[in-house]
């Protein structure tokens, strides 16, 4: 059996979680592949809501396999925190996860570097959570990072003294950027005990051998593909792949073994950090959508910014990943709208109609829109797409025709079984 993916098409914040949840006892194994604790992935396990960071979200399946892939960053101390929260629920985790030797760390130093960087910007900071990822992947592709596999080798503390030394010499830059470097230190290294619990693995050949014995694999992708560092909104994105691609550099899988993408889509989007929105709504509608779908970060808590459902944007996520799959999450949230909209070109500055995006999404004048009617009840009780009001029913067509792409999920609420599967 092959792998399947998980991906959000928009800004990051799809419900990829509570999704990875929902369909990960149909897996041997689940994985993330790329980010770091960046990503906040919520889920509602028996009613009580757990965040994950690092951790795959298939955790909670007894019987699943959770692997941190090469690709992720960690950082030991959301890692232990992470473990800690979840020991309380789950008595096996040694069992059910494991670590990648090739994954890279997140060191203190990292962290800071993220913020002096933010803070030399200015106003054209990006947004970053602050959790270091941009500096720890210029590391790894700087050639001078330190990963998983190093923790095990006689010589790991010069190694992590080499790396922190080179990044004071940048900081010094920067002297207005304070930080407690023994504090933190301590709780690193204490934090890097707690993660040596855990199999860290040759996980290339692990997952190979897996794939070999016919067993199917589930990838978890993190942010979202206008975040992604080729593709997104470029300077305003992550630093890694975000999209299919990134699967295979990692979690050293093989591009014909992949099977499924399911791409994860909000009913309208949204977007949190700086950088360009094009169906952004920076008026009462907009506060309307961030109050009923509760758009507040699950990693920073920052308010996240909100407009309609954007199809020339969806159906380029689409091409980007091979979506062979949509999963439409948070159709619930506009139970109580009249109506609603959703974009279907842009009217560029040049005075022409595109169905492209721009190089620079700064050259969109507006979003062309259609208004669609709501349907003014809750979802309750509905299992089958048959059964789902009208609107919807019309809702899903302008999706699938302007996507070319089957709607095969459609997410109801934040629940496990808050889900319609087609
Ligand atoms: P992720 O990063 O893609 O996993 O998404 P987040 O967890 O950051 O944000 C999604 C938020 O929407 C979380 O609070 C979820 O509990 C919630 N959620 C997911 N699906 C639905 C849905 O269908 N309806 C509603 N109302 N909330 C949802
Ligand atoms: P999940 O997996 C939403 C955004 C940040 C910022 C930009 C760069 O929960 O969907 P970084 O910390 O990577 O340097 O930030 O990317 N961002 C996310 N936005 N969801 C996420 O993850 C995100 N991870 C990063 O807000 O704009
Ligand atoms: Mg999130």
Same mark, same amino acid.
């Given at each position: 059996?092959?792998?399947?993916?998980?991906?959000?098409?928009?800004?990051?914040?799809?419900?990829?979680?509570?999704?990875?949840?929902?369909?990960?006892?149909?897996?041997?194994?689940?994985?993330?592949?790329?980010?770091?604790?960046?990503?906040?992935?919520?889920?509602?396990?028996?009613?009580?809501?757990?965040?994950?960071?690092?951790?795959?979200?298939?955790?909670?399946?007894?019987?699943?396999?959770?692997?941190?892939?090469?690709?992720?960053?960690?950082?030991?101390?959301?890692?232990?925190?992470?473990?800690?929260?979840?020991?309380?629920?789950?008595?096996?985790?040694?069992?059910?996860?494991?670590?990648?030797?090739?994954?890279?760390?997140?060191?203190?130093?990292?962290?800071?570097?993220?913020?002096?960087?933010?803070?030399?910007?200015?106003?054209?900071?990006? +947004?970053?959570? @602050?959790?270091?990822?941009?500096? #720890? =992947?210029?590391?790894? *592709?700087?050639? $001078?990072?330190?990963?998983? %596999?190093?923790?095990?080798?006689?010589?790991?503390?010069?190694?992590?003294?080499?790396?922190?030394?080179?990044?004071?010499?940048?900081?010094?830059?920067?002297?207005?950027?304070?930080?407690?470097?023994?504090?933190?230190?301590?709780?690193?290294?204490?934090?890097?005990?707690?993660?040596?619990?855990?199999?860290?693995?040759?996980?290339?050949?692990?997952?190979?051998?897996?794939?070999?014995?016919?067993?199917?694999?589930?990838?978890?992708?993190?942010? +979202?593909?206008? @975040?992604?560092?080729?593709?997104? #909104? =470029?300077?305003?994105? *992550?630093?890694? $792949?975000?999209?299919?691609? %990134?699967?295979?550099?990692?979690?050293?899988?093989?591009?014909?073994?992949?099977?499924?993408?399911?791409?994860?889509?909000?009913?309208?989007?949204?977007?949190?950090?700086?950088?360009?929105?094009?169906?952004?709504?920076?008026?009462?509608?907009?506060?309307?959508?961030?109050?009923?779908?509760?758009?507040?970060?699950?990693?920073?808590?920052?308010?996240?910014?909100?407009?309609?459902?954007?199809?020339?944007?969806?159906?380029?996520?689409?091409?980007?990943?091979?979506?062979?799959?949509?999963?439409?999450?948070?159709?619930?949230?506009?139970?109580?709208?009249?109506?609603?909209?959703?974009?279907?070109?842009?009217?560029?500055?040049?005075?022409?109609?595109?169905?492209?995006?721009?190089?620079?999404?700064?050259?969109?004048?507006?979003?062309?829109?259609?208004?669609?009617?709501?349907?003014?009840?809750?979802?309750?009780?509905?299992?089958?797409?048959?059964?789902?009001?009208?609107?919807?029913?019309?809702?899903?067509?302008?999706?699938?025709?302007?996507?070319?792409?089957?709607?095969?999920?459609?997410?109801?609420?934040?629940?496990?079984?808050?889900?319609?599967?087609?």
């Amino acid at each position: 059996m092959p792998v399947d993916v998980i991906l959000g098409l928009q800004w990051g914040d799809e419900g990829k979680g509570k999704i990875v949840d929902y369909l990960a006892y149909q897996y041997k194994v689940v994985c993330r592949f790329q980010g770091g604790p960046n990503a906040g992935h919520t889920l509602y396990i028996n009613g009580q809501k757990q965040v994950l960071h690092t951790i795959p979200s298939g955790v909670f399946r007894a019987d699943v396999h959770n692997l941190i892939g090469n690709g992720v960053v960690i950082d030991p101390i959301t890692f232990s925190k992470e473990v800690n929260q979840l020991r309380s629920h789950i008595s096996d985790l040694e069992q059910r996860l494991l670590i990648s030797q090739k994954a890279h760390l997140i060191l203190p130093t990292h962290r800071w570097i993220d913020l002096a960087s933010e803070n030399a910007k200015g106003k054209n900071k990006i +947004g970053s959570t @602050l959790r270091g990822i941009g500096p #720890t =992947y210029m590391d790894k *592709t700087g050639r $001078n990072g330190l990963r998983v %596999g190093d923790l095990l080798s006689k010589d790991f503390k010069q190694k992590y003294t080499a790396i922190k030394e080179k990044h004071y010499q940048f900081l010094r830059q920067f002297p207005e950027v304070e930080f407690d470097i023994k504090q933190q230190e301590v709780q690193w290294f204490e934090a890097v005990e707690s993660l040596k619990q855990f199999p860290c693995v040759a996980s290339e050949y692990w997952i190979n051998s897996f794939l070999e014995k016919g067993e199917s694999i589930l990838a978890e992708g993190a942010q +979202g593909t206008m @975040l992604d560092v080729d593709f997104g #909104t =470029y300077p305003f994105v *992550t630093s890694s $792949n975000t999209t299919t691609a %990134g699967v295979c550099t990692g979690l050293g899988i093989p591009a014909a073994q992949i099977r499924k993408v399911i791409g994860i889509a909000k009913a309208y989007c949204t977007r949190v950090g700086s950088g360009p929105f094009p169906s952004e709504l920076e008026n009462a509608v907009g506060e309307r959508l961030r109050s009923s779908g509760s758009e507040f970060g699950a990693t920073t808590g920052r308010p996240r910014r909100c407009g309609w459902l954007d199809l020339v944007q969806l159906h380029y996520s689409i091409m980007i990943n091979g979506v062979t799959d949509l999963c439409i999450t948070k159709i619930d949230v506009l139970n109580d709208f009249e109506t609603f909209e959703i974009c279907n070109s842009y009217l560029l500055k040049n005075g022409s109609v595109s169905q492209q995006l721009p190089y620079q999404l700064e050259e969109i004048e507006q979003c062309n829109t259609i208004s669609l009617q709501g349907w003014m009840r809750n979802l309750n009780g509905i299992n089958r797409f048959e059964d789902l009001p009208d609107q919807i029913k019309v809702f899903n067509k302008h999706v699938e025709d302007h996507c070319k792409t089957r709607i095969s999920y459609l997410s109801v609420g934040p629940g496990r079984d808050q889900l319609i599967v087609r």
